[in-house]
């Protein structure tokens, strides 16, 4: 009998683990607040709509994607690929290509893994910045206004408002071109131990011209964080 009934409690707690984890899916990680020529699992992304963990983003030419996730912001500009994770209450913008960017402090649960490291505000101040990928352990990091954090391997350098810096990735193996962006920018395989972040201060241009009209937007709008 106790054998009987420990196989009923063993099934009835398989059962909630699987509702759990059903639930937790089907809860909205964050909210589109912006959307040109934008996509979400391959569909025109709407103003308003939900997007959730395992989603795939992307912006055609002359596109961006804007995401409210609690108090902070996620974005995407122009011919970018992304993907969202959660892992537990953070929420990740997995970087494939071209350019992402964040509106936070270090109080909200959001972040940009890049093909070099992880991108973050570096403390409870405002932080507004972005990141483009240049190759498979290269990334140009703008901020324009706070301080941003980039980690790799317990590696951190941070990078200041109104600077902009080239970012390379040395030593270990490179990945092959187009390879996705290891998830909490941790590199992987023989040699990774060595890798060391290399930051060359560069001019803000470029894609930083779209960068900065959204962080327009974002700090002029009354309901922006």
């Not at 009835?12 to 934008?38: E, F, H, K, Q």
């Amino acid at each position: 009998m106790a054998s009987v009934l420990r196989k009923i409690c063993f099934a009835g707690g398989v059962a909630l683990v699987g509702v759990a984890i059903t639930i937790a899916a089907d809860i909205p990680t964050g909210v589109i607040s912006d959307a040109v020529r934008a996509h979400v699992d391959g569909t025109d992304a709407t103003l308003g709509a939900n997007v959730y963990a395992g989603d795939a983003l992307s912006t055609n030419s002359g596109g961006s994607l804007r995401l409210r996730i609690g108090a902070g912001q996620l974005f995407l500009l122009a011919s970018s690929d992304a993907s969202i994770t959660q892992d537990h209450a953070r929420v990740d913008m997995l970087m494939k290509n071209g350019t992402a960017g964040l509106s936070a402090t270090i109080d909200d649960p959001l972040e940009i893994d890049t093909p070099v490291g992880t991108l973050r505000p570096a403390d409870t101040k405002h932080a507004f910045g972005q990141v483009s990928v240049v190759g498979s352990r290269q990334v140009i990091v703008t901020s324009y206004e706070g301080t941003l954090s980039l980690t790799h391997n317990g590696e951190e350098r941070t990078i200041e408002a109104g600077k902009s810096y080239r970012v390379t990735l040395s030593g270990g193996p490179a990945a092959p071109a187009g390879a996705p962006a290891p998830q909490g920018g941790e590199g992987t395989g023989v040699g990774s131990n060595t890798r060391r972040l290399i930051l060359d201060a560069i001019a803000v241009g470029g894609a930083g011209a779209g960068g900065y009209l959204i962080w327009r937007a974002v700090t002029e709008s009354p309901s922006a964080p």
